[in-house]
């Protein structure tokens, strides 16, 4: 493992990410497979919050880390995102559907990135704390 990764950031991060994201790709998902050509505007909902979570998880990571709070702020998410789309792509299997790898890819490195960001705002909070202090 590297040096630079604080597992036990990165635990903290992909719970909080899991605590938000999870409930929300079960809404979405269950909202976006009624066969229905007039879906609702609730899956935007359920998508902003799973950006949030990608967010929150990252920030988090950041936080905790003592060292490149922007990785551990990617890895959380991604191990997070690992999680529920292992879940996901066995309940899709399950039910006939097929796995788009080129989709996974794509939000895979969506998390990442997201995860970063929130790993720099985390650095950004907890540097602040230690400064007012």
């Known amino acids: 493992m ?5 597992p036990p ?13 999870a409930p929300a790709a079960v809404v979405q998902a269950s909202l976006s497979d009624s066969g229905e050509t007039n879906q ?10 799973i950006v949030v979570a990608y967010l929150l998880g990252g920030a988090v990571a950041g936080r905790v880390a003592t060292d490149a709070p922007m990785i551990n702020g990617a890895t959380a998410t991604l191990v997070a995102f690992a999680v529920v789309q292992t ?4 309940f899709r299997i399950a039910g ?6 080129l989709a996974l890819i794509f939000n ?3 998390a990442a990135a997201i995860g970063t ?17």
């Open 2 to 6: 590297s040096e630079s990764l604080f």
């Open 9 to 21: 950031a990165v635990r903290a991060g992909a719970l909080t990410c899991l605590a938000i994201s």
């Open 40 to 49: 609702s505007n609730w899956v935007y909902l359920t998508l902003l919050a």
């Open 87 to 90: 879940v996901a792509a066995v």
């Open 96 to 101: 006939g559907d097929g796995i788009n790898p």
């Open 108 to 110: 895979a490195l969506l």
């Open 117 to 133: 960001v929130g790993g720099g705002i985390g650095a950004y909070v907890a540097n602040r704390a230690r400064v007012n202090r």
